[in-house]
């Protein structure tokens, strides 16, 4: 049913309003399980989607289990008891049977499994755990158990719960018929339009919310989720897009024009390139044509410049920087952190500090370009300095980090605003900085890859630009895992070997100071033991975020300045820090970190011309995951690779943690499995803002996307 059917059919906003302590058989205990499991509406039951489904065609039988392979069982329980290990643990053991054989299963640390399992005796549940073997007979740990009782149908739906609850599968699916009956009368609204749906050979929601409760075959159960993952991809998109046309609607923008009003005649530009000591990359350079074509437009630009460790971000976001300048207006480079801020005012500074701009009314008519630093470590008359001259236009450039929010700093003209690290600002933070009738261009920089997909979710509202090339001369990293102690021997007299030569080594840890708790490595007794022993003779220093500004700037000068061999640290080091001279990477406990966290470490290193390495130590237990991670660490050094990797391994959760705008829950949706939803909704999200018969069925969406998103984050369906 498409949305102009019937103004009595039941919206999902409908939904919303109506309680599950409506449905017959649900009274205040039953209400209550339902909310632990998050459903207190009609919609969180109908969205609350089977996470499995049993085939009662085919069934496997216990005596056909094999050893090493997760499988699903149906059987009955024959017996359960409870028993207290010799180390206090409690264990319930419960043996379950199926008329082909019996398999027995362990639940550590639940003693309410025996009452669970005690009420539904008799019943047939389903299991499905890791099969083991013990004395020649099946036996499983830990589980996972749902209730399935005496559901019929050749296909049943097994779905998510907590296990405490004494709720079953088959209780929440007889709810669901329930639900789905009572809106059948009326109908579920659908508010994408019929063309869309057959341009992408969608059918109908109704039917698709039917067959992924209760599909009549697997091949129907592929075809409703397909359809419903792209309702769920479309809301957030038909946010992310709408905040975007809202922007280029509303916001009135810098048109960074060479001969503009206020434009400086001189050739900043070129005399900054000729300047440089290398060659741009051939993506370095689509980059500033992408990003020069948006500054030269009165829409203010609001791109996201993503790219590899090491692909030259920081000189592409300059020449932008120079380019607001050019035009007479200001900069600012927001840091996430005082280090970063630091570090980038003295690149920056390096690189332009031979650049003059004119100036009215100064005795040479020029003067220097200016780079200046606000962070929380300035003194207050180098501050006062710094807010004077920003005032009066004299100060083209400003580095900084949350400081730059602050009332008390006023642009005279904000051209141009860069976001190092986008994920540690809000976008809150980030329109603060747009102040006044015209807002300044944004460049948003990540330095950790993201897949496409992914990106056009998280980013959605930016447009995209990707350096995808490293410069020339930069050393790809060797890679090496080192699990045995004779590896981790190897690695020491790599780090010897290296010192020997001039060269410099990190050595990283995950803790600053031991734990009970969690067996990683700690920054001060790795120092103290490496400096005693594999590492003694050599000057071995410490860096971590627990020091004082002053000693953290020590360290950091010392190793810069050769007078460190080595420099044991946390991950304080994992973002910006640049001594090429390092050429080795010891990581510590390497498997407790994650992909895109390893991948920055290694970028630490390989920054010069010289070979360089990375050694990944673990111990020889290592998880299966974590084998994954390092391998993967081992076989690539190409970020975007690994990050597509990373989304594989950990799922999209840890991606959706960066949304700022128009998040919504992925109940189906997988950023690393339904790319291809991904596009084709977001392309679907700008044929229903852009064109104006589809009004109808925007305002509909609209309504909905609501529903799923906080309010504060729906700012821009007001306006549409």
Same mark, same amino acid.
């Given at each position: ?15 919303? &309003? ?21 459903? /207190? ?69 639940? =003693? ?30 830990? =589980? ?10 050749? %296909? ?36 994408? =339009? ?28 592929? %075809? ?78 609001? $791109? ?24 007479? *207006? ?18 920056? $500074? ?8 004119? &100036? ?60 190092? /690290? ?16 015209? *807002? ?8 950790? =890859? ?15 630009? %990707? ?17 045995? %102690? ?57 860096? *971590? ?8 700037? /020590? ?18 080091? &994992? ?117 104006? &018969? ?27």
């Amino acid at each position: 049913m498409s949305n102009t059917d019937s103004p009595n059919e039941i919206s999902y906003s409908d939904l919303t &309003e109506m309680s599950v302590g409506r449905l017959s058989g649900v009274g205040p205990a039953r209400q209550s399980a339902l909310a632990s499991l998050g459903i /207190e509406n009609l919609l969180d039951l109908l969205t609350h989607f089977p996470r499995r489904y049993i085939d009662r065609s085919s069934p496997r039988r216990i005596r056909d289990l094999k050893e090493g392979e997760s499988s699903l069982v149906l059987a009955t329980l024959r017996c359960v008891e409870t028993r207290r290990t010799r180390s206090r643990r409690v264990m319930v053991n419960a043996t379950f049977a199926d008329g082909s054989g019996t398999i027995r299963c362990s639940f550590f640390n639940q =003693p309410w499994r025996q009452r669970q399992l005690e009420a539904v005796e008799g019943v047939e549940v389903a299991l499905y755990g890791k099969v083991e073997r013990f004395n020649g007979r099946a036996q499983m740990t830990n =589980p996972l158990v749902d209730m399935i009782g005496d559901q019929t149908g050749r %296909i049943v739906p097994i779905y998510p719960m907590s296990e405490k609850v004494r709720l079953t599968s088959g209780d929440v699916a007889a709810l669901v018929s329930q639900t789905l009956r009572r809106c059948r009368q009326r109908g579920i609204c659908d508010p994408v =339009p019929d063309s869309i749906l057959k341009a992408h050979d969608l059918v109908p929601r109704e039917d698709a919310l039917n067959s992924i409760h209760f599909p009549e075959t697997m091949a129907q159960m592929v %075809i409703a989720r397909r359809r419903l993952v792209f309702d769920e991809l479309l809301r957030i998109q038909v946010s992310l897009v709408g905040r975007k046309r809202q922007i280029e609607r509303e916001q009135m923008g810098f048109r960074h024009l060479p001969n503009g009003e206020g434009a400086r005649p001189e050739d900043l530009l070129g005399e900054f390139y000729r300047s440089l000591p290398y060659e741009l990359t051939g993506a370095q350079r689509r980059a500033i044509a992408e990003i020069a074509a948006d500054m030269t437009s009165p829409v203010p630009m609001h $791109r996201l410049l993503q790219g590899d460790v090491g692909a030259g971000k920081t000189l592409v976001a300059l020449v932008a920087l120079l380019t607001a300048v050019k035009a007479g *207006h200001q900069g600012a480079f927001m840091a996430p952190t005082e280090v970063l801020a630091e570090q980038h005012t003295e690149s920056l $500074r390096a690189l332009v500090g031979h650049l003059r701009v004119g &100036e009215a009314g100064s005795l040479l008519g020029d003067r220097p370009v200016t780079v200046g630093l606000l962070s929380g470590r300035v003194r207050v008359a180098e501050r006062r300095r710094i807010l004077e001259e920003l005032d009066a236009g004299r100060m083209d450039i400003l580095v900084g980090t949350h400081a730059l929010l602050e009332e008390s700093v006023r642009f005279r003209s904000l051209g141009l605003v860069v976001i190092d /690290e986008q994920h540690r600002f809000g976008v809150e933070q980030r329109d603060s900085l747009r102040a006044g009738e015209r *807002h300044p261009d944004v460049l948003v920089m990540t330095a950790t =890859p993201i897949p496409r997909t992914a990106a056009m979710t998280v980013y959605g509202d930016l447009d995209m630009t %990707i350096l995808d090339e490293l410069p020339p001369g930069r050393t790809p990293v060797e890679t090496i895992w080192a699990s045995s %102690i004779s590896d981790q021997d190897d690695t020491w007299s790599l780090v010897r070997e290296q010192v020997s030569i001039g060269r410099q080594t990190y050595v990283v840890c995950p803790l600053v100071e031991g734990s009970e708790k969690i067996q990683a490595a700690s920054a001060e007794q790795t120092r103290a033991s490496l400096a005693e022993g594999e590492l003694s003779g050599l000057a071995v220093g410490l860096l *971590h975020g627990r020091m004082s500004s002053d000693d953290k700037d /020590e360290v950091m000068g010392a190793f810069r300045e050769r007078r460190l061999d080595v420099l044991v640290a946390t991950t304080v080091i &994992e973002v910006g820090v640049d001594v090429p001279n390092a050429t080795v990477m010891v990581i510590l406990d390497a498997d407790r970190f994650g992909l895109a966290q390893l991948h920055q470490l290694r970028g630490r290193v390989g920054r010069g011309s010289d070979r360089s390495y990375c050694v990944l130590v673990s111990g020889e237990a290592v998880s299966e995951e974590g084998s994954e991670r390092l391998g993967a660490m081992v076989a690539t050094t190409d970020g975007f690779k690994l990050a597509e990797v990373d989304l594989e391994l950990r799922g999209e959760g840890t991606i959706m943690g960066q949304r700022q705008k128009g998040r919504s829950d992925l109940r189906l949706a997988s950023l690393s499995r339904d790319g291809e939803w991904i596009e084709k909704a977001r392309a679907s999200a700008f044929d229903l803002i852009d064109s104006p &018969e589809h009004a109808p069925a925007l305002l509909a969406l609209t309504e909905e996307t609501s529903v799923f998103i906080a309010e504060e984050e729906a700012e821009f369906l007001e306006k549409n």
